[in-house]
T-cell receptor, first 113, second 113 residues
Framework: EAGVAQSPRYKIIEKRQSVAFWCNPISGHATLYWYQQILGQGPKLLIQFQNNGVVDDSQLPKDRFSAERLKGVDSTLKIQPAKLEDSAVYLC???????????FGDGTRLSIL | KQEVTQIPAALSVPEGENLVLNCSFTDSAIYNLQWFRQDPGKGLTSLLLIQSSQREQTSGRLNASLDKSSGRSTLYIAASQPGDSATYLCAVRRNTGFQKLVFGTGTRLLVSP
């Protein structure tokens, strides 16, 4: 079975610019997660989708971050405008159902100059 | 608010040693606890999942234990190998609310030949 696909793998932008990340979950997985992992820390959940509806976005900085999951499959995460503290790895994960084991992509490493 | 702590932050051992990684959590109302492995530049790979009603899980050279009442879990790695070098993360899932995973900061393990 194909894993969770993420692109791009790396992105370098200047502060105040915008950036978008893309995630394609494992086929048939209803639940999709976006995590932020700052260097030296564990991943922090930003947003969780169940099909194309948001289940939990309590830790998403909504003034600059947005995410969507159209048609309940692929998802995009956007940052606009980016700040220096947004430098991190953004991980996407998916699971068959909400409490099932999560499968992670390799992440997008974002550097803000 | 659930907080997860991992000790030590880094560990360096010679090949063949048995070792123990520690994870502690502040809220014992958990649904399950999971140990992950993260290689540099990669996503997370699930190693072991312990349900709240279980005391331990084993997979090959790995054994994870759970003491929910004291808020502790250990990951035991027998006969370590250089290929075990990675960052190990534990994560707990609450048994209420959105049941999101809360991660520790990880233990970076280096096994020398």
């Amino acid at each position: 079975e194909a894993g969770v696909a993420q692109s791009p793998r790396y992105k370098i932008i200047e502060k105040r610019q915008s950036v978008a990340f893309w995630c394609n979950p494992i086929s048939g997985h209803a639940t999709l997660y976006w995590y932020q992992q700052i260097l030296g820390q564990g991943p922090k959940l930003l947003i969780q989708f169940q099909n194309n509806g948001v289940v939990d976005d309590s830790q998403l900085p909504k003034d600059r971050f947005s995410a969507e999951r159209l048609k309940g499959v692929d998802s995009t995460l956007k940052i606009q405008p980016a700040k220096l503290e947004d430098s991190a790895v953004y991980l996407c994960a998916s699971s068959l159902l909400r409490n099932q084991p999560q499968h992670f992509g390799d992440g997008t490493r974002l550097s803000i100059l | 608010k659930q907080e997860v702590t991992q000790i030590p932050a880094a560990l360096s051992v010679p090949e063949g040693e048995n070792l123990v990684l520690n994870c502690s959590f502040t809220d014992s109302a958990i649904y399950n606890l999971q140990w992950f492995r993260q290689d540099p530049g990669k996503g997370l790979t699930s190693l072991l999942l312990i349900q709240s009603s279980q005391r331990e899980q084993t997979s090959g050279r790995l054994n994870a234990s759970l003491d929910k009442s004291s808020g502790r879990s250990t990951l035991y790695i027998a006969a370590s190998q250089p290929g075990d070098s990675a960052t190990y993360l534990c994560a707990v899932r609450r048994n209420t609310g959105f049941q999101k995973l809360v991660f520790g900061t990880g233990t970076r393990l280096l096994v020398s030949p």
